[in-house]
């Protein structure tokens, strides 16, 4: 069982910031790792990728709002997350690219 544990979400208003912590397992900590966000009735979608050497790629909705990082000595990825819209509204996970197996994530809401 891979043991990848996503925090930090809640509830933030339009325009707000939040910073979610991920853990992976040290089998993960030679791979570039991602964040994802599945919204209800949605597929779940990729947002950032981070290679070992901290190297960042976004897509283009979350260019400029979100940042990813990584501390490969602690097993950690991060998302700091600004300017958030309700549409971010999603769970968001996070894991290597091509991972199969999933944590629970972590329920973002943005609203008033």
């Known amino acids: 069982q891979v043991h990848i544990v996503e925090s930090g979400g809640g509830l933030a208003p339009p325009g707000g910031s939040l910073r979610l912590p991920c853990e992976y397992p040290?089998?993960?900590?030679?791979?570039?790792m991602a964040w994802f966000r599945q919204a209800p009735g949605k597929e779940r979608e990729l947002l950032a990728t981070?290679?070992?050497?901290?190297?960042?790629n976004y897509v283009s909705r979350v260019k400029g709002r979100f940042t990813i990082s990584r501390d490969n000595t602690k097993n950690m990825v991060f998302l700091q997350m600004n300017d958030l819209r309700p549409e971010d509204t999603a769970v968001y996970y996070c894991n290597k690219l091509q991972g199969t197996t999933w944590g629970q994530g972590t329920q973002v809401t943005v609203s008033t």
């Open positions: 040290t089998d993960f900590r030679g791979l570039a």
């Open positions: 981070v290679t070992l050497g901290g190297t960042p």
